[in-house]
């Protein structure tokens, strides 16, 4: 089997599956695991450097706050033929994050060569876990997908055990420095499976851009930095647009030390099962309870120690 992924998450999602050496092509950003995709060759590139730019640059550029404006990613179609995969492995959730839909589609139905098109588009943390099946399937290995769905799902029981009964912090999720933007999809139910209260965004809830006066309304006892495709060290280079608004050292989670930098493409922005890792490391921000390994510093840090 030849597998083409154009979509982190469905790469990790392969090698979750245990089919790394069948994967012929990835996307510039699949870096997971990186001994496994470190050879495999890249069949995107991104239009721009997002280093180089501020939030808002690449907000404005990818089409400002619709987010319906150009993908950060181009197809190379002809890399994409050469390798003539069986399966390509897409999604059709977001323009911004991934190589749109219509352009992988486009590119597909030009190879003669019967290669399958498999979109994921999962909102909620189940159908997260579901996709572990439904590329099982299709990679003819669904048994081995059901046990790990049924793996993950045990550790995500353990952290709601550890957890049940504890105070429930009030947490914002923010997945956008600017405009600010609050986690959605599956994020709430990460913080919910963790033992806290989500505001500002509903579980499955495709969000849009809030104003800064809805989050010191909210007066979370907890805010949680995990901007999309930022490691934690970009973030931490832009955390003035946080620290710089009016009000910001009124917040309960800021008086209370409560504000957290996360590895939002690790953990908390991309669909694949590295979801559950997440809630494991917000059982630890917020209940210092280790419900798998222990929490890195690279995983979670305080914004203060950032700081400091």
Same mark, same amino acid.
Request: include cysteine.
């Given at each position: ?13 392969? #090698? ?8 012929? !092509? ?86 003669? #060569? ?21 590329? !099982?399937?299709?990679? !003819? ?8 769905? #049924? ?114 493409? #690790? ?42």
């Amino acid at each position: 089997m030849r597998i083409v992924s154009l979509l982190p998450a469905a790469t990790d999602i392969v #090698a979750e599956l245990g089919l790394t050496a069948d994967l012929v !092509g990835r996307t510039h950003e699949c870096d997971w695991p990186p001994e496994a995709v470190s050879g495999v060759p890249a069949v995107t590139a991104a239009e721009f450097s997002a280093d180089t730019l501020s939030s808002r640059e690449i907000s404005d550029a990818v089409g400002g706050a619709s987010h319906t404006g150009s993908s950060l990613y181009t197809l190379d179609t002809e890399a994409l033929a050469a390798l003539a995969p069986d399966v390509v492995l897409t999604q059709d959730l977001c323009d911004v994050c991934a190589v749109s839909y219509s352009s992988v589609s486009k590119a597909v139905r030009v190879l003669d #060569a019967g290669t399958k098109m498999l979109s994921l588009e999962p909102r909620t943390l189940d159908e997260v876990l579901d996709c572990l099946v439904t590329v !099982g399937a299709q990679l !003819g290995v669904r048994e081995r997908a059901e046990l790990r769905r #049924a793996e993950l799902r045990t550790r995500l029981a353990k952290v709601e055990q550890l957890t049940a009964g504890r105070p429930r912090p009030r947490v914002v999720a923010i997945e956008w420095l600017d405009p600010l933007w609050p986690a959605g999809h599956w994020v709430p139910e990460q913080i919910s499976c963790a033992g806290g209260a989500p505001l500002l965004a509903a579980p499955g809830e495709h969000t849009a851009p809030m104003e800064w006066s809805a989050v010191r309304a909210a007066r979370p006892d907890v805010i949680l930095v995990l901007p999309c495709g930022f490691s934690p060290e970009r973030t931490l280079r832009e955390r003035h647009v946080l620290t710089e608004l009016p009000g910001w050292d009124e917040l309960p989670a800021v008086r209370n030390d409560a504000v957290w930098i996360l590895d939002g493409p #690790a953990y908390f922005n991309r669909p694949g099962p590295r979801v559950v890792r997440g809630a494991e490391v917000l059982a630890h921000v917020l209940h210092s309870v280790d419900a798998g390994d222990p929490v890195t510093a690279g995983e979670a840090m305080r914004l203060s120690a950032a700081d400091g």
